[in-house]
């Protein structure tokens, strides 16, 4: 019954929020949100770490009943549903200091993107998960497209249609995997454990990973398939933006590892070389575009293609470093991405510009914010004891465990993550003042509370990353005796 | 049966009706004969009775289609309160003349014999051809009149010499002898067989406006008032497939492999041309009747991966097809006669610019129909796809499914831009009214297109 309320709760507050309107809609949604925060908290802290999906329910749904409606909480799930959890009150909240038409429209979409997202994550049926995989794009499209930059509309237009284009080569992977099923009965069934136990030749699992690979590359989004992303990033709100690089990006990652792996490991031993390197060459390239970067939103979109590059590259090396590490670091980054990109509105708003070259100094009024700022960017430089250590370790040691060059390679990450974050710190925080950075406001009290939780997330995981670690290592174990 | 005396009675009793002085009492009574013939309907549930010595045959199936061409039928009657007030208008005439053609397109569904399929065809026909040309002062009316009565009537010229020909093979326009026929041949049938077959189904492919006979569909489409086209693009396609069905799974199950080579190409070419040419449209009624082409491409999908799954997933996408389309006309009615440009009812996406922000209703409704029309999931056209889908990889027609996905995509760039122009454009403000009743319809059409989307199973059981 849990993860029913954790599915339906946010569509109620969706609602209310709709329903009530008006300036209450902020302050309706931020209690929706906690309270979602408090039902996933539950989750977290009374999740027996073990491989069975917990918390479950399974109501019969459509085709007297083989496809279900039937959701729960494993091991995979759990990081991401607590992510998704964690973030949505704190992108609420950080919405705060900006009035937006329509307000509550706009708080109303956020929540059923959480409710979409939580969806993703929890659905056990193949069927309701690609279902919920496609509906969160609608909120997210319509956020993005109704309250972004100028050039929203069509830049939004292609994320949308290249997105979709995607899924459906997964739907149809799925619908021909369903009606290789058999139950008892003479049905078919389309829950996802029964998909792994199918047994496939190896042209069907070529056919399948692919069809599976464009669909979660896309989303992820892997090289070469990323050119919808650094545009939609920037021109979304930041609201959107953080919802999309901060969770819906992981949905492709949670993808490969709930779908693609187990369903057709032929397959990725086939084609998973291509994936890796695919990967990697994603790695490398984002990260030297982001380090010519002028524009500090474009170059955390960048540094976002780059560390995701990371976690398909450690995923599809099949090995329990690089799976544990995927999971640990989807929740890192979600976290540190969605403070940096916080960190750029609140200086974007302050300067009004965007522009790197035409900013600096501003450490000398904001005390707090520079601790805010330097604590997120060493999470997200993988500094020991901080969040991002533990993840892209795991994640190197995972590639390096397949293919040491490969592994070298994506090892470059670090150091030019380094270079880019520093350099935008260098240029951003210190130097000369410049004109518009004079008597640069530091952060108030509400802006002080979306970074706290995050800054304590980031030396959390980076401190006890076995209190994370041991949740998903049984559920990891099970999924790779399906895989080898 | 019981409808189809109904409805003619009715037709009659409403030209009568036509010489009231007041207009007004004619749309409720349409509205009620309508769901008298609905009614009606199911009390043959389950019984499957033949009538008119056996050349008609009411199942299951037949009711269910027959439920959505009156369903179909009751929301463009519903949504025709305008020719109430327009002078030129004949409302009696058009509403007899509706009723009829259901008559039409019933015989359609239900027969059992080609003689009565052909005049199911003809009635359907005959009052399409007419509806089509009732703008009598606009030339773009009378011209699609003249176009699709002289191409229709080819069409079913072809069509009856394809019967012809089956006739002399088999001895029998009964589908149940044809299909015995097949079975004593024992796979070596006379040549006047194939070619009826093919002869009749270029005849009906030319009725659900499939490529390559395709061509009459726009101009038909977008001169006819925008009230028929909505009748047209859903009750003569649903009909004409509910007829397409029972000709290949009754008369020609047995020789499928002669003619799903021919569907098959026939399926990839309107999907194709269909989608294509709408994502080129800038007229928003133009660009529904390509849609109304690459839907019928998705509707052969099923008939041409011909199986078990087929019945259901054409009676399913119809419905979710023809309550769609008719939300969407029936919003380009009033948003393009309240938008007119040139005193000429605006059909263009410009038309929809900003409508979110002066009906937001509308453009919800408008919204939620364009998803379904593209197959987005949580709507009634996601699940409609899913089951034509289903078909085809039953019967392992991968390369049709991969080009039906890419088609998919490229229908959602077209859906979408209606969507764009209605939220994220900027529009002229003034506040588009819509009668309460009219309101009403269209909500209830949206109903009907979220719920099948979140429980298809609900009409599953039915089947």
Redo the contacts between chains.
């Keep these: 019954m849990l993860t029913l309320s954790i599915l339906l709760f946010p569509i109620l507050a969706a609602l209310l929020v709709l329903a009530v309107g008006g300036k209450q809609a902020k302050q309706i949604a931020f209690l929706g949100a906690l309270v979602e925060l408090g039902l996933s908290g539950y989750a977290f802290f009374s999740f027996v770490p073990d491989a069975t999906s917990q918390f479950a329910f399974d109501y019969p749904w459509i085709a007297a009943g083989s496809i279900r409606f039937s959701a729960g909480i494993d091991g995979v799930s759990l990081l991401l549903v607590v992510l998704t959890g964690l973030l949505t009150p704190l992108i609420i909240l950080s919405a705060f200091r900006h009035t937006y038409e329509r307000p509550a429209v706009f708080y109303a979409l956020i929540l059923f993107m959480q409710a979409a997202l939580m969806g993703v994550f929890t659905a056990r049926d193949a069927f309701l998960f690609y279902l919920y995989f496609e509906a969160a794009l609608i909120p997210i499209y319509f956020l993005a497209a109704s309250w972004g930059g100028e050039n929203r509309i069509a830049v939004t237009f292609k994320f949308f249609v290249y997105t979709i284009f995607g899924s459906l080569f997964m739907l149809v992977a799925l619908v021909y995997l369903y009606f290789k099923t058999s139950t008892a009965a003479g049905l078919h069934s389309s829950a996802i454990t029964d998909l792994y136990n199918l047994t496939l030749s190896a042209t069907e699992q070529t056919w399948i990973f692919w069809a599976f690979f464009i669909a979660f590359a896309i989303k992820m989004p892997v090289f070469p398939f990323h050119t919808w992303q650094p545009d939609t990033y920037v021109e979304s709100p930041t609201p959107a933006t953080m919802l999309l690089a901060g969770i819906m990006l992981k949905m492709g990652v949670y993808g490969v590892i709930r779908l693609l792996l187990p369903i057709v490991p032929e397959g990725v031993n086939l084609w998973g070389t291509t994936a890796i390197v695919l990967s990697v060459i994603g790695i490398v390239y984002g990260a030297i575009i982001a380090i010519r970067q002028r524009d500090i939103k474009r170059l955390i979109a960048y540094s976002s293609f780059s560390h995701v590059g990371l976690m398909a590259a450690g995923v599809f090396s099949q090995t329990s470093y690089g799976i544990q590490g995927a999971l640990v670091q989807m929740l890192a980054h979600g976290i540190n991405v969605v403070g940096m990109f916080f960190v750029a509105d609140i200086i974007a708003s302050r300067t009004n510009t965007r522009l790197l070259d035409q900013m600096g100094g501003i450490t000398r009024y904001t005390p707090k914010l520079t601790v805010y700022f330097m604590i997120l960017l060493l999470g997200s430089v993988a500094l020991p004891l901080t969040n991002g250590f533990v993840g892209e370790f795991l994640l190197l040691a995972g590639v390096f465990e397949y293919n040491n060059i490969l592994g070298a390679v994506a090892g470059l990450t670090i150091i030019f993550g380094a270079v880019y974050m520093l350099r935008l710190f260098q240029k951003a925080m210190f130097g000369k003042t410049t004109e518009i950075t004079t008597g640069f406001k530091d952060v108030s009290g509400s802006e002080s509370w979306v970074f706290i939780p995050l800054c304590i997330m980031v030396f959390w995981i980076g401190l006890v990353p076995n209190s994370f670690l041991k949740l998903t290592e049984p559920a990891v174990a099970n999924l790779l005796q399906f895989i080898k | 049966m019981l409808s189809i005396i109904l409805l003619s009675v009715f037709g009659i009793v409403l030209l009568y009706l036509g010489f009231l002085k007041s207009r007004a009492v004619l749309l409720p009574a349409t509205l009620f004969f309508i769901l008298l013939a609905l009614g009606a309907g199911f009390l043959e549930w389950n019984k499957s009775y033949l009538y008119f010595g056996d050349m008609l045959l009411i199942s299951n199936t037949a009711i269910l289609f027959t439920s959505i061409v009156l369903i179909s039928a009751f929301m463009v009657v519903a949504l025709s309160g305008d020719f109430l007030d327009d002078e030129a208008a004949q409302p009696a005439e058009y509403y007899a003349i509706l009723l009829f053609s259901i008559v039409g397109a019933i015989m359609m569904i239900a027969y059992e014999n080609l003689i009565m399929l052909f005049v199911g065809v003809e009635i359907l026909s005959v009052s399409m051809y007419v509806l089509t040309g009732s703008d009598k002062r606009n030339l773009r009316s009378n011209e699609a009149a003249l176009k699709y009565f002289l191409m229709g009537s080819f069409a079913t010229g072809i069509m009856l010499f394809g019967m012809a020909l089956l006739y002399g093979a088999a001895g029998s326009f009964t589908l149940t002898d044809i299909k015995g026929y097949i079975a004593l041949a024992q796979g070596r049938p006379s040549l006047l067989l194939y070619m009826g077959v093919l002869l009749v189904l270029i005849g009906m492919l030319f009725k659900v406006s499939a490529a390559p006979f395709h061509f009459w569909t726009p101009d038909v489409y977008e001169g006819a008032p925008t009230l028929f086209t909505a009748f047209m693009s859903t009750v003569v396609k649903t009909a004409g497939f509910a007829a397409l069905l029972q000709l290949l799974s009754v008369a020609f199950g047995a020789i499928y492999g002669f003619w799903w080579i021919t569907l098959a190409a026939i399926t990839g070419l309107t999907l194709l041309i269909g989608n294509l040419t709408a994502a080129y449209q800038d007229s928003f009624k133009r660009m529904m009747a390509y849609s109304s082409i690459s839907h019928a491409g998705y509707l052969l999908i099923g008939l041409a991966a011909l199986g078990q799954q087929s019945k259901q997933a054409l009676v399913f996408y119809s419905l979710a097809y023809s309550v769609a389309t008719i939300a969407a006309f029936g919003i380009l009615l009033v948003v393009a006669k309240q938008r007119a440009f040139d005193g000429r009812p605006d059909d263009t996406y410009t038309a929809f610019n900003g409508l979110s922000r002066q009906n937001p209703l509308l453009a919800f409704i408008l919204a939620v129909s364009m998803?379904s029309l593209a197959g987005?999931?949580?709507t009634a056209g996601f699940?409609g796809k899913?089951m034509v889908?289903?078909a085809a990889?039953?019967k392992g027609m991968v390369w049709i499914?991969?080009l039906a996905?890419?088609m998919?995509?490229v229908g959602?760039?077209y859906y979408?831009r209606v969507v764009?122009a209605m939220?994220?454009?900027e529009g002229s403000s003034t506040y588009i009214q819509v009668a309460p009743f009219y309101r009403f319809v269209l909500i209830a059409a949206t109903a009907i297109t979220i719920i099948l989307g979140l429980?298809?199973?609900l009409f599953?059981n039915l089947m």
């Design positions: 998803l987005i999931p949580l699940w899913f889908f289903s990889i039953d499914l991969v996905v890419l998919s995509a959602i760039y979408f764009i939220y994220f454009r429980v298809p199973g599953q």
